[in-house]
C-alpha cells in the first residue's frame, strides 16, 4: 500500500469520518483530530445592511467564494426577505463563482454565473478572471477569514468593495483531540501532517500556544510530511513561516490523499 503503515494526522472537521476512510485505504494510519468549527455571526447586521442595498441594486457584481458560505447568506437574507430573493437578486448582476461548490449552488437556483474562476481559485485567479470587466460596484461574500490580497487588488482597480462576512470559523467545541495532536506531533509519533483549508494553520498553532508548545510543533512539523490541499492553504503555511513538502494536482482532499500516499516515504526519507 502507498502509505505502508505511516502515521498520518489530518485537521479535517466536516469530513473526518471520510478523510480516515482515505488514510485507511492508502495504507496509513490516521489520527483525525478537527480542528475548527463553523458558528453563525451573532450579529448579521452586515448582512442586513447588504440585503438593503442589493435590493435597491446598488452593486454591479458579487463574488461567491464558498457554497456554503452562499447558501447561508441567502437563508439570514431571508428571516426578512421573501424566500427565493437573494436568487432573484443575484440573476440580476454579474455573478463571479470561485470553483465548483459555490457553482452547485447557482445551477440548484437557476442562476447563470457570468464567470467561473479556474483552479486553484485563489485570489490571484479571481482577478486575472477579472481584467478587463467593467463593473466597479462589487460585493464578495467572504468565508470564515478576510480576503485583504482580492479586496486590495478590486480597490486597486478603482472598484467600491463591500466585504459581506455571514459566518466564521471557530475552535471546536472539544479541543482534546486537537491537543492530543499537538502532544503526538511534539512527541514524534506522526509522519504525515495533512491540511486540508487555511484556519487549520492557525487553529493548530493556537492550541500548542496555549500549552506552550508552539516552538516544538514547528520543530516537529520540519521533520515530518506537511501536504497542503492546494495554493491557498500553502500560502498560509508560508504566512506561519511553516513548511510545505507537497501539494496535489487538484486542490481536492481525494487527490491529496491518493497523490501523497506514494511519495510520502521518499519525503520523508530526505528530511530525516
Request: hydrophobic residues 40%.
Amino acid at each position: 500500500m502507498p502509505f505502508d503503515g505511516l502515521r498520518v494526522l489530518s485537521l479535517e472537521s466536516r469530513r473526518c469520518r471520510e478523510m480516515e476512510r482515505l488514510i485507511r485505504a492508502c495504507g496509513g494510519e490516521p489520527f483525525v483530530a478537527p480542528s475548527m468549527r463553523e458558528i453563525s455571526l451573532a450579529e448579521n447586521s452586515g448582512a442586513f445592511a447588504f440585503a438593503e442595498r442589493l435590493f435597491s441594486r446598488q452593486f454591479e457584481m458579487m463574488i461567491l467564494l464558498t457554497g456554503v458560505g452562499t447558501r447561508l447568506l441567502a437563508q439570514v437574507i431571508e428571516t426578512r426577505y421573501p424566500a427565493g430573493s437573494f436568487a432573484s437578486a443575484l440573476s440580476g448582476l454579474t455573478t463571479v463563482v470561485r470553483g465548483s461548490k459555490p457553482l452547485a449552488v447557482l445551477r440548484e437556483w437557476n442562476v447563470p454565473p457570468s464567470v467561473v474562476v479556474p483552479e486553484p481559485n485563489t485570489w490571484r485567479e479571481i482577478l486575472s478572471a477579472l481584467d478587463g470587466r467593467p463593473e466597479r460596484k462589487i460585493a464578495v461574500q467572504e468565508y470564515g477569514r478576510d480576503n485583504p490580497e482580492l479586496i486590495d487588488g478590486l480597490r486597486r482597480r478603482g472598484a467600491e468593495v463591500t466585504p459581506v462576512s455571514v459566518y466564521r470559523w471557530d475552535l471546536p467545541e472539544d479541543t482534546a483531540p486537537l491537543r492530543k495532536a499537538v502532544g503526538g506531533l511534539c512527541e514524534g509519533r506522526f509522519d504525515v501532517v495533512l491540511f486540508t483549508t487555511s484556519i487549520q494553520v492557525p487553529h493548530l498553532l493556537k492550541i500548542a500556544a496555549e500549552m506552550g508548545l508552539e516552538e516544538a510543533v514547528r520543530a516537529a512539523l520540519k521533520r515530518t510530511v506537511v501536504g497542503s490541499v492546494g495554493p491557498t492553504t500553502s500560502e498560509t503555511l508560508a504566512d506561519y513561516d511553516l513548511p510545505r513538502d507537497f501539494e496535489p494536482s487538484h486542490p481536492k482532499m481525494g487527490f491529496l490523499v491518493n497523490e501523497i500516499s506514494g511519495a510520502a516515504a521518499e519525503i520523508l526519507a530526505r528530511k530525516r
